[in-house]
């Protein structure tokens, strides 16, 4: 379980492609701070390191995963959004968010206001039910409040820190990002449509 709060931007230093890809990122942490069979959220991806050294450490990441989020595309060189799991007794800067991507989104607008930036993002139809105004939203991995809502997008502002200590200050138009919504949303859902199930079942067994 994570918080949204990126920890450290990783890159990526080795690709090894086959059944999924296991991947070297460089991190700069020390070899002692990562645990093997460690949590490690990659731009909001949770993989499980099988391998670490001073600077850096190894993931695996199945095909359902590159095809499901923005792993797939991920080059040597890439940058990703680093953040360990919590433990107990940590704070909770940003929301719960467990590293299960929900769907791609895109990269609508990017706008300057004042010190910080507006971002516009286009989502898949069924995430769009989970996404509410000021609620939360996790994007690549960053715990974000949504400014803003319509048909197929949402809207979100950037502060500087934000902006440049993760990977979303490089973002551009068309880039693809991870998205996850609430954990709140998603069981929120669930029940209401449980509850609609059981009235037409009700109303059918009248």
Same mark, same amino acid.
């Given at each position: 379980?994570?918080?949204?709060?990126?920890?450290?931007?990783?890159?990526?230093?080795?690709?090894? &492609?086959?059944?999924?890809?296991?991947?070297?990122? +460089?991190?700069?942490?020390?070899?002692?701070?990562? &645990?093997?069979?460690?949590?490690?959220?990659?731009?909001?991806?949770?993989?499980?390191?099988?391998? +670490?050294?001073?600077?850096?450490?190894?993931?695996?990441?199945?095909?359902?995963?590159?095809?499901?989020?923005?792993?797939?595309?991920?080059?040597?060189?890439?940058?990703? $959004?680093?953040?360990?799991?919590?433990?107990?007794?940590?704070?909770?800067?940003?929301?719960?968010?467990?590293?299960?991507?929900?769907?791609?989104?895109?990269?609508?607008?990017?706008?300057?206001?004042?010190?910080?930036?507006?971002?516009?993002?286009?989502?898949? +139809?069924?995430?769009?039910?989970?996404?509410?105004?000021?609620?939360?939203?996790?994007?690549?991995?960053?715990?974000?409040?949504?400014?803003?809502?319509?048909?197929?997008?949402?809207?979100?502002?950037?502060?500087?820190?934000?902006?440049?200590?993760?990977?979303?200050?490089?973002?551009?138009?068309?880039?693809?990002? $991870?998205?996850?919504?609430?954990?709140?949303?998603?069981?929120?859902?669930?029940?209401?449509?449980?509850?609609?199930?059981?009235?037409?079942?009700?109303?059918?067994?009248?």
């Amino acid at each position: 379980m994570f918080t949204g709060i990126v920890s450290a931007i990783g890159r990526v230093d080795r690709i090894e &492609a086959g059944d999924g890809h296991r991947l070297d990122i +460089a991190t700069g942490w020390p070899a002692e701070t990562v &645990a093997l069979g460690a949590s490690v959220a990659h731009s909001g991806v949770c993989l499980t390191v099988t391998d +670490a050294w001073d600077g850096g450490h190894r993931v695996a990441a199945s095909p359902e995963t590159l095809a499901r989020t923005t792993l797939g595309g991920l080059a040597v060189g890439s940058r990703v $959004n680093l953040e360990r799991s919590l433990t107990l007794g940590d704070e909770l800067g940003g929301h719960l968010v467990f590293g299960h991507v929900d769907g791609l989104g895109q990269v609508d607008t990017v706008s300057a206001e004042a010190d910080s930036h507006r971002l516009r993002f286009r989502a898949p +139809a069924d995430l769009m039910a989970l996404i509410a105004v000021k609620g939360s939203i996790a994007v690549d991995g960053v715990s974000l409040t949504v400014n803003a809502l319509w048909s197929d997008g949402f809207e979100v502002t950037i502060i500087p820190h934000t902006w440049t200590a993760t990977t979303l200050g490089a973002l551009a138009p068309g880039d693809p990002v $991870n998205l996850e919504a609430d954990m709140l949303a998603r069981y929120v859902a669930r029940q209401l449509a449980a509850a609609g199930g059981l009235a037409h079942l009700q109303q059918d067994n009248r």
